[in-house]
């Protein structure tokens, strides 16, 4: 079983839904990280957080810390906004490692 | 644009070559990672540089080597390359020495092995 865990892998939606991604982990962590890497391949850091809630534009990322699980909301979403979006932990806290989930794929049709 | 940048962007070339990717880290950042990731896979975490000194690393074949340089930027060679080498290969900086940092990423080096 991974330490990070997301869901759904992949994703289709039509422009203007609310859409929701779960990342889910295992391990004792001392942040969280969401990334899009884009189809050309690049990839941008879009939120570190290690408790509550953090707001961006359209994205929303939530983190409950008892309940080892995270979620990225996108308001209102676009054909922009398709992409993989990727999320990491620091984990173990205090080293050099960060583990990746292996990404929910998103596609926003018009 | 996230102040780190990769170079080359595309590389193609033969099995059992050398190639050598290079990266320069966001003005201030110490730390410097490369990861490989390849078609459909996650990142593979590679090798972990701190002020120019190796912290920590990963699944990296014996024939990558890496550095980093008193600029900070930081180079992975790759040599005896195989089919198997196709990837992206991405550098990401943090200010941090471990992982409490933020980690900023380039656009990533597309190796293509022929």
């Known amino acids: 079983k991974n330490e990070v865990e997301q869901s759904p892998q992949n994703l289709t939606a039509q422009e203007g839904e609310f859409i929701t991604i779960n990342c889910s982990y295992s391990v004792g962590i001392s942040a969280l990280h969401w990334l899009q890497q884009h189809p050309g391949g690049g990839i941008v850091s879009l939120f570190m957080l290690s408790s509550g809630k953090k707001k961006h534009g359209r994205l929303i990322a939530t983190i409950n810390i008892q309940e080892k699980h995270s979620s990225l909301h996108i308001t209102a979403s676009h054909p922009r906004d398709s992409a993989v979006y990727i999320c990491?932990?620091?984990?173990?806290?205090?080293?050099?490692?960060?583990?990746f989930g292996t990404g929910t794929r998103l596609k926003v049709l018009a | 644009d996230s102040g780190v940048t990769q170079t080359p962007k595309h590389l193609i070339t033969a099995t059992g070559q050398r190639v050598t990717l290079r990266c320069s880290p966001r003005?201030?950042?110490?730390?410097v990672y490369w990861y490989q990731q390849s078609l459909d896979q996650g990142l593979q975490f590679l090798i972990h540089?701190?002020?120019?000194?190796?912290?920590a690393k990963g699944n990296i074949l014996e024939r990558f080597s890496a550095q980093q340089f008193p600029d900070l930027h930081s180079e992975l060679n790759l040599s005896s390359l195989e089919l198997g080498d196709s990837a992206l290969y991405f550098c990401?900086?943090?200010?941090?020495?471990?992982?409490?940092?933020?980690?900023?990423f380039g656009e990533g080096s597309r190796l293509t092995v022929l």
């Open positions: 990401a900086s943090s200010e941090a020495s471990l992982n409490t940092g933020e980690l900023f």
């Open positions: 990491a932990v620091s984990s173990p806290s205090g080293t050099y490692k960060y583990i």
């Open positions: 540089y701190y002020n120019g000194e190796e912290r």
């Open positions: 003005s201030g950042d110490l730390s």
